[in-house]
């Protein structure tokens, strides 16, 4: 069965950090570009960051870089972002995704997961 399970989300204050995982089973992780992605209330789904499947090259949205660095372990299948020095306007359900390229756009994926809530708050 094809799965994208996300788990690290929480509460953390301003200049926190987190780190979310993303562990991929039912398909074949090695060939997919990797990409998180969040939403916040009231505001539409935006791309944060992206890994290629061969090369491992990543890819940031403006907003997260230098705070955010996105992980692969093909041999986990399973991908990591860490996230520092956060900021209340990070708040927002993350979300990893696969797709055949690494785009920080989510049409362009085809294999979603549930979520992970993070909260940025003093």
């Known amino acids: 069965q094809l799965q994208l399970v996300e788990s690290g989300g929480g509460s953390v204050q301003p200049g926190g950090s987190l780190r979310l995982s993303c562990a991929a089973s039912?398909?074949?992780?090695?060939?997919?570009?990797i990409g998180w992605f969040r939403q916040a209330p009231g505001k539409e789904r935006e791309g944060v960051s992206c890994?290629?499947?061969?090369?491992?090259?990543?890819y940031y949205a403006d907003s997260v870089k230098g705070r955010f660095t996105i992980s692969r372990d093909n041999a986990k299948n399973t991908v990591y972002l860490q996230m520092n020095n956060l900021k209340p306007e990070d708040t927002a359900n993350y979300y990893c995704?696969?797709?055949?390229?690494?785009?920080?756009?989510?049409?362009?994926?085809?294999?979603w997961g549930k979520g992970t809530l993070v909260t940025v708050s003093s």
């Open positions: 890994v290629s499947s061969v090369k491992g090259t990543t």
């Open positions: 039912g398909f074949n992780f090695d060939n997919y570009g």
């Open positions: 995704a696969a797709g055949p390229l690494a785009i920080l756009l989510a049409d362009a994926m085809y294999y």
